[in-house]
């Protein structure tokens, strides 16, 4: 049940970083022409950097999955397959611990935000719903990790199974 639900939401996330990444296009594109008439769009920086913020971090879950993250590869597929599935959950254990943690400050800065009630400088925009977003982002990447984690380890005892 929870791999399903994290799929899900990766799958939610990716296309709500796709609609952000529009949206830049979009907005800056408007904004462009806008400036060229003397109407430029009032906050678009700021709205852009949030979007910019908001697409890197929806797109963290899916992009870990599907192995889009750059690796060094070159040394690791001369090892074994066992080799290489130990420095995956290895390498994986490390940045669950990172963005577990990462994560669990973003909530409590977010929070921070939120009770002094700071906001954007133009739009005056609630900062903390955007630090809210990414940490919620955050944690479907710890979450995806975490199944990356067990898939590994459950790899490997499969194999040492087979193996007897």
């Known amino acids: 049940m929870l791999q399903k639900t994290v ?18 296009t979009l907005l800056t594109c408007i904004d462009v022409v806008g ?7 009032f906050g678009s920086v700021e709205l852009v950097g949030f ?3 908001l697409a ?3 797109a963290l879950p899916y992009t870990h999955q599907m192995r ?3 690796g060094v590869e ?9 080799t290489q599935t130990i420095i995956e959950i290895v390498t994986n254990l490390i940045a669950l611990v990172f963005f ?7 909530g409590i800065y977010a929070n921070t935000i939120h009770q002094s009630g700071q906001v954007s400088i133009s739009l005056k925009f609630p900062e903390h719903l955007i630090i809210y977003a990414v940490a919620f982002c955050f944690l479907v990447f710890v979450l995806t990790l ?7 380890v459950f790899s490997l005892t499969q194999n040492r199974t087979h193996a007897r």
């Open 51 to 53: 979007m910019a913020t």
């Open 56 to 58: 890197a971090a929806l």
């Open 74 to 82: 070159i040394l690791v597929q001369n090892f074994s397959e066992k």
């Open 35 to 41: 400036r060229k008439l003397g109407h430029p769009v």
């Open 146 to 152: 975490l199944e990356d984690i067990i898939t590994g």
């Open 68 to 70: 889009g993250h750059i």
């Open 100 to 106: 577990s943690l990462v994560t669990w400050r973003m």
């Open 7 to 24: 799929e899900g939401l990766r799958k939610l996330l990716k296309i709500c970083g796709a609609a952000s990444l529009m949206g830049m």
